[in-house]
């Protein structure tokens, strides 16, 4: 997690998990507890991020080299402002979704194979 504005009112969240197939974390931050986890198996993949009241944040979720297409996302946009917007990027490690930004409360993004 790495603040992105002053006063801790925007964040990034970029967990990488590399091989791992659970990890959870939470780190403080002056508005309240920022909350992550990630569990995943072979046939699915949740990340989950909660943010603190009046934040806002853009967490991002490892696809690995799955189609981003079967991922899911439910976010609120910042100040009920509609759905948060998924946006696929390629970094060091693959490809990841950042979604948002998003407001506070729990992001929930997943992949469940058919």
């Known amino acids: 997690m790495t603040p992105a504005s002053p006063g801790a009112a ?3 969240i970029h967990p990488r998990t590399g091989a791992l197939t659970e990890a959870a974390g939470t780190v403080p931050s002056v508005r309240g507890p920022v909350k992550g986890s ?8 949740t990340t989950r991020v909660t943010v603190p ?5 853009a967490p991002e979720a490892e696809t690995r ?3 981003p297409a079967e ?4 976010a609120n946009a910042p100040d009920g402002q509609g759905r948060a917007q998924v946006t696929p990027l390629t ?3 693959g490809t990841v ?3 948002g930004p998003v407001g ?3 992001t929930k993004v997943e992949r469940t194979r058919s």
């Open 91 to 93: 970094d060091l490690t």
């Open 97 to 99: 979704l950042r979604i």
């Open 104 to 106: 506070s409360g729990t």
């Open 65 to 67: 080299d799955v189609d």
């Open 10 to 12: 925007e964040f990034l």
């Open 38 to 45: 990630v569990q995943r198996s072979t046939d699915a993949h």
């Open 53 to 57: 009241p009046n934040s806002r944040a």
């Open 71 to 74: 991922y899911r996302a439910t």
